[in-house]
Every structure is written in C-alpha cells, then in structure tokens.
C-alpha cells in the first residue's frame, strides 16, 4: 500500500515536499517513482529512484525537483523547487514490486500565479 501526502496550495516560485509512505514492502528493493498527472492530460513521469539509489528524472524536472527516500521510514519523498502554474497535477507514486505495482491514491498540488 502507498500512500501520498504534502500536497496543496502554494505560489508560483514556491515550494513542497510530498512524501509517500509505504507499507507491505520494502522501497530500498525497487525502483520507485513519481509520476503526475494534470487535469485533462496523460499521466506523465517525473522521476525515479533505483535501489542502488541513482536518480532518473525527466527533463522538464530535472535541476527543480529531487526524488529521495528515508529507508528507516520506508519513506519516497519528492521535494519541488521553483514551482509554476504548469506543475498544478495529481501526483502519485509507483512502486513495480515482484508482488505486482502499486499506485498510491495522489495528493493534489495546485500551483497560483
């Protein structure tokens, strides 16, 4: 099971955190990832992190977003810098595990000019 928090109301040029806590399974086994998903458009990737804790991220992310994870807590973390109108989506976190893949429910992020 995933669960998504830290989503909400911020500025444009602002900042947030979101977490994704874990339970069932072991995040540091798999490469897991945050993926988004904007009103009216496809769910996207942002980026992942593989067990041997190198980072993916797709380019529109890269240098203002960071994928993170807190093993003790079992913890997926993606902290976003620099946010725009544009960033406004559900965003979700994904772990393929050998048990099958898990999409948490989303946390909404709304960004304001």
């Known amino acids: 099971q995933l669960v998504e928090s830290g989503g909400g109301l911020v500025q444009a040029g602002g900042s947030l955190k979101l977490s994704c806590a874990a339970s069932?399974?072991?995040?540091?086994?798999?490469?897991i990832a945050w993926f988004r998903q904007a009103p009216g458009k496809e769910r996207e990737g942002v980026a992942q992190?593989?067990?041997?804790?190198?980072?993916i991220y797709a380019d529109s992310f890269e240098g203002r977003f960071t994928i993170s994870r807190d093993g003790a807590k079992n913890t997926l973390y993606l902290q976003m810098n620099n946010l725009t109108p544009e960033d406004t989506a559900v965003y979700y976190c994904?772990?393929?595990?050998?048990?099958?893949?898990?999409w948490g429910p989303g946390t909404q992020v709304t960004v304001v000019s």
């Open positions: 994904n772990a393929p595990t050998n048990r099958g893949t898990y």
């Open positions: 069932g399974f072991t995040f540091d086994d798999y490469a």
């Open positions: 992190l593989r067990p041997s804790g190198g980072t």
